[in-house]
C-alpha cells in the first residue's frame, strides 16, 4: 500500500560504501519518466552524476545542506526546460522528484534532496550559475534540485504525520488556520 512506502520513506543522508545496482538506478528513472507533467509537456530532464570526484564538487554547490552528496554513490540532477513549460516547470519536477524519493525507499535505498533555488555557492553567486557552470547548461535549462541516492548507513525514526485536524479544512465549514 502507498501509505507503507510513504511511511517508509526518510531523509537519509549517511551512506555505506555498497553501490547501486544499474538495474535499481534504471528502475529508479523509469518510475520518475512517469511522472505527470502539466499538460503533458515533459519539461523534466535527468542527469545522472556517479564520478565520486565530480559528486564531491557537487556537494559544494550550495553553502550548507549538500555535502551529504559527497557521499551518496550516485546523484540525480532533476533539470527543467523552462521553454517547454514555462509555468509550470518547478511543479513538475517536484512531482517527479518525489517519484525518485519513493522509489529508492521502494528498493530499500536511502536518499534526500538538495534544493537549488535561492540558494548561494560559497563564492557568492547563485548556485543555479554555479550548476549551469558544472554540467555546461544552456540558459533555458533549470536545476530544480539534486537526489543523492545510496544504501543507507542510518536508521531513522519513524515520521510523525503533520496533525490532521490542523492542516485539513472542509470547504464552507472550515476557516483556514
Known amino acids: 500500500m502507498l501509505l507503507d512506502l ?3 520513506r526518510r531523509s537519509i543522508r549517511k551512506f555505506t ?3 547501486v545496482s544499474e538495474e535499481d538506478l534504471r528502475e529508479i528513472l523509469t518510475i520518475a519518466l512517469h ?3 502539466a499538460k503533458n509537456r515533459n519539461p523534466v ?3 545522472i552524476i556517479r564520478d565520486k570526484k565530480r559528486l564531491e564538487e557537487l556537494s559544494n554547490y550550495k553553502v550548507n545542506s549538500a555535502k551529504f552528496l559527497a557521499g551518496a554513490d550516485v546523484a540525480i540532477a532533476v533539470v527543467t526546460d523552462s521553454e ?3 509555468n509550470t516547470n518547478h511543479q513538475d519536477a517536484s512531482i517527479a522528484a518525489t ?4 522509489a529508492a525507499a521502494d528498493l530499500d535505498l536511502g536518499a534526500t534532496w538538495a534544493n537549488v533555488v535561492d540558494a548561494k555557492h ?3 553567486i547563485s548556485s543555479q550559475d554555479f550548476l549551469h557552470k558544472f554540467f555546461d547548461l544552456e540558459d533555458k535549462f533549470d ?3 539534486i537526489i543523492g541516492i545510496g544504501h543507507p548507513a542510518e536508521e531513522k525514526s519513524e515520521k510523525v504525520p503533520f496533525e490532521y485536524s490542523e492542516n485539513v479544512f472542509e470547504d464552507l465549514h472550515d476557516k483556514l488556520k
Do not use: H, M, N, Q
Open 6 to 8: 510513504v511511511e517508509k
Open 17 to 19: 560504501d555498497e553501490k
Open 35 to 37: 511522472a505527470p507533467t
Open 45 to 47: 530532464r535527468y542527469i
Open 84 to 86: 517547454v513549460a514555462p
Open 99 to 102: 517519484y525518485i524519493l519513493l
Open 122 to 124: 560559497e563564492s557568492g
Open 143 to 145: 536545476v530544480e534540485c
